[in-house]
Each structure stands twice: as structure tokens, then as C-alpha cells.
């Protein structure tokens, strides 16, 4: 009998189904995984996903973190963000904007995010709703879009440009010419609203970038061009703005799947936080950010010659035997001092927004669990999103019970 080949696509339906019997596979026969199709290499195990995150000399983010950039040679200069740079750059972007990201400064913010959650929950059919088209997906875009300084008008179309941007069909690759057109426009609409706060600042984040110095490469400061403050605001719209609502929709799924752990928050809210973190552990909404070798990287017997595109399976690393216990269980009780989760990512590009990103989720759970103590998913209603790199559901159907 032969054994059925592995193949690891991810930009098949299966990876958007169900890549965990894969990953498995990938970690226990081929760590270090090559794709003949697409000429990437792939790491599974947590200690070598957690490594490369934090080794940005030999895996770099500055050619882009998604295959179809790194394959064309780099960002185009017009999408420049802290995101795809390394360190010394990155560091100097990043304090930019770290200070408004602290957990001090995301508290301030509580009650705003409990506003806007409440204001979306008091518009759903309390009898039967779907908690992502209906909930998850509007409020995390509202939140983002306020810190920027977007106006409430603009909010929700900032969601839908970032929805059309990383959609992408099965086996679809490079961007097409829908993803391209909301690039465009969503660029198109944060410099405009750059230049109008030129004019006229406001007590809001893009004015903040505007006033804001940076130290270049040659050592003198400078301000930020439109360009680079354009780069910042889609990064933050568009990390903002998907993430959250499908860390909400993957738990709401997983409660209903294992309505005991549902039943230990209804019996003890205190564990809110906790079941925060097992989502993101167990189905986070990040799968994978994908490097360049700028140097040959020697692991498990093969070699990962300079100049290669190799995936840090982050999905895959949060569901290693060999980090966690019981890794394919989920259980909000866990001990989580076994292991790092990396579901924000590790190291110097670890989510800035993890603190806002962890306030949302947790006031959205407390409110789901007031709104529907017992609830069942309509399962023939549930929709994946094909997305690159980012897992969850579009639909989430929820009937709630008496
Ligand atoms: C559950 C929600 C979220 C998840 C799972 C998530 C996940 C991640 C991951 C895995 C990375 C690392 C990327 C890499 O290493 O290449 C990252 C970076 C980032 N995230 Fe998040 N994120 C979430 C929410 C947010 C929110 C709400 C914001 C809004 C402020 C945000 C802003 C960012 C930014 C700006 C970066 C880039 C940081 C850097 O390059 O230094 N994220 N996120």
C-alpha cells in the first residue's frame, strides 16, 4: 500500500476547510516542507515557527508576507507599511504608533468598543441571527476606523474594501483586477482624508501621523509622507478590521461544538479571557505569514537555501503535541504558561493589536453569552471565506434556544 502523498495547498479548498490533518502530517514527515508546485518551504513544529518568527536576519518580511509579493520580487513601493520591512526600519515605524496600542491607552478605549458592540447587538433578531454578517463583521472595522479618524459615514465601506482586497477563489494566486480596484480605492480614499487633515488636525490617529518625525536611514528626522501614512491606515483598517470578526465567528463555532466549555463561562465569567486565548490557539484567524530566506537555514537534516519563500504555519505551530497537551482539544481551562501561542505572531512583528484585538473579543463573548446563554449553529448556513491568510466565516447562522 502506498501512502497518500502530502501535499500541502494553500489555495485550496481543503486548506480553507480543514488544513489540521495536513498540518499534522506536515510536522510528524516533513518539517521542513517543499512545495513542488509552488516552490515554497513551509514550517509546522512550534519551536521552528517560534524561531523563525523572532530570526527577521534570516527570515525577512521586507519582500512582502505573502507568497504572490515575494514571488513578484517585493512591495510595490505605493504599499509600503511597517508591516513588510525589517529592523532598524520597522523599529522606527513601529514606535510611531506603538504608544496608542499599549493596554493602558486600549483600556481608555473600553468603553467606546462596548459601545459599538451593544449598538450592533441591539439590532439583531435575538430569535435567530447570524453572528458574523450580522455582528462580528461590523463592529472591529467601526472600532479601527475610529481610532484612525475615519468618518462614521466612510466606516463600513472601509470593511468591504478590505473584504474584496483579500478575497481570492480557490487556486487563485496572484490579486485580480477586484482585488486590485479596492486596493486602489481604499488608498485612494485615506489620502484624501490625509489631505483634509493636513488642513485641519483633529484629535485622531492620522492627524497624530502626520505630526509625528521619524529618524531615517541617514540618521536626520523627517515627517511621514502621504505614502507611508496611507500604508499605515490601510495596515491598521485592514488588520483591524478582519481579524477580530473572524476570531468571533471561529468561537462561536467552537462553543457549539463543545458546549461544556460554553457552559464554564455562563458559569464563570472570569474565564472570558482564557477562552479568548484557546480560540486563538485552536483556530486562529492568522494560518500563516510567509518570509524570505535572506540565508541559508539548516533544520532537521535540509536545507533552506537564501532567496526562498517559506511559510511560518502559526495554525499549525498552536496545535503541536509537542508544545501543548491535548493540542487538537479544545479546552479554555488549559495551562497556557506550556507553551507560546502564536496567534498574534511572535517576535518583532508580533500584532501590535493584540491588547485592542483581546478587549474586543472578550466584551463580544460577554455579550454573546448574555444575548444567548443556549444557541445552536445552523450548520447548512455556515460559510468559509476564502481569503489569503486569514480563516474563519462569513456566515455563522445562530438560532438561539429557550
Ligand atoms: C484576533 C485578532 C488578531 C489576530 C489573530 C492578529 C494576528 C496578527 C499576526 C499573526 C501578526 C503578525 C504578522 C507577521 O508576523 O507578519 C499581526 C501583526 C499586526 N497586527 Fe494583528 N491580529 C489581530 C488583531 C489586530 C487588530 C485589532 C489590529 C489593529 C490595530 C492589528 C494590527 C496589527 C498590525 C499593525 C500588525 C503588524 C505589526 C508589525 O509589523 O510590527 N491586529 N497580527
Redesign the pocket.
Known sequence: MTATQLVFDPFSEEFFTDPYPTYRRMREEAPVYYSDEYDFYALTRHEDVAAA?KDYETYS?ARG?ELSMIKKGGVPPESKS??FMDPPE?RRM?SLVNKV?TPRAITALKDTVTELIEYHLARVDTSQFDVVADFSALF?VEV?STVLGVPAEHRQQIRHWVDASLHREPGQIELDETNWEAVHQSGAFYYNLIQERRKQPQDDMISGLIAAQVERDGGGTTRLDDIEITGFAT??GG??AE??TK?VGNAIVQFARNPDQWQKLLDDRSKVPAAVEEV?RFE???QY?VRYSLKDAHLHGVTIPAGNAVFLL?GSANRDPDAFTDADQFNIDRDRTEAQNL???YG??????AA??RLE?AIALERLLDLMPRYEVLWDGCKRVSMTNVAGWSNVPVRVLP
Open positions: 518568527f518580511s508576507i511597517m508591516i520597522h513601529r496600542f472591529p479601527i495596515l491598521l488588520a483591524g481579524t477580530v476570531l486563538l486562529a484567524p492568522t505569514n502559526g496567534g498574534f505572531g518583532v512583528h508580533s500584532c501590535l493589536g485592542l484585538a473579543s
